[in-house]
């Protein structure tokens, strides 16, 4: 008979979280590459864009409140009449708007870790049951540490009414967690600025969607 083998039990292989090297591949300006022909980006409008111009900017925040400099963001949106560039958008009753394609991506800046978008600001939607959301626009965030990309919404302090009634803002039990997918309005240099911080963890976390 063979002797029973006393098994050998091996040590766990380091591991380690998505870095910035997601910053090659997606944003590779932002990296200091000159890699493609095209680069997506942060500005979504054109001169012919209809709508109200906006900048959104921020910060993301981790759990012990620290600013994150090296996250990537995406956003897509409807347009100024409340339509997504999308064939599966079925609202045919609204314009559609060719020069605007609704989807950008940003990086918060190493240095200060403020991320912006220049964009405009979205109108109504109609969603599938017939119900009528609050004009915001749909958030992807990625970080280390992230290794699965989590979902939020922008909606907009300027519009208490419809955020009331929206569906899914309304979802929300915890009447108090509603304001963390609000951006404050304010004007610089007469510019309209919506301010949305980002938080991972914590006391303020950020309302995230599972989608």
């Known amino acids: 008979m063979n002797p029973v083998s006393t098994p050998v039990y091996l040590k766990e292989t380091a591991s380690q979280t998505a870095g910035p090297y997601v910053h090659i591949g997606l944003a590779p300006k932002q990296a200091g590459f000159d890699i493609f022909e095209n680069n ?18 921020g910060r993301v925040f981790d759990g012990s409140g620290a600013i994150i400099k090296d996250v990537l963001l995406e956003i897509w949106q409807a347009n100024a009449a409340g339509r997504y560039n999308h064939p599966a ?3 045919e009753d609204k314009p559609l708007d060719k020069s605007f394609r609704g989807w950008g991506r940003a990086c918060t800046d190493f240095d200060s870790g403020v991320y912006t978008f220049e964009t405009i600001k979205p109108g109504s939607v109609t969603g599938r049951n017939g119900k009528t959301m609050a004009p915001h626009i749909n958030v992807w965030v990625v970080a280390r540490g992230i290794n699965i990309g989590l979902s939020t919404r922008i909606y907009f302090s300027d519009e208490e009414k419809a955020n009331a009634e929206d569906p899914d803002m309304s979802s929300i039990e915890w009447v108090e967690r509603r304001k963390t ?9 007469g510019q309209v600025v ?3 911080d980002i938080y991972l963890q914590g006391d303020k976390e950020t309302v995230f969607f599972d989608v």
């Open 40 to 57: 997506f980006g942060n500005v979504l409008t054109s001169p012919e864009t209809k709508g109200e111009r906006i900048r959104i900017e």
């Open 89 to 91: 958008d079925k609202q």
């Open 181 to 189: 997918l609000v951006a404050q309005r304010s004007e610089k240099d």
């Open 194 to 196: 919506y301010t949305f």
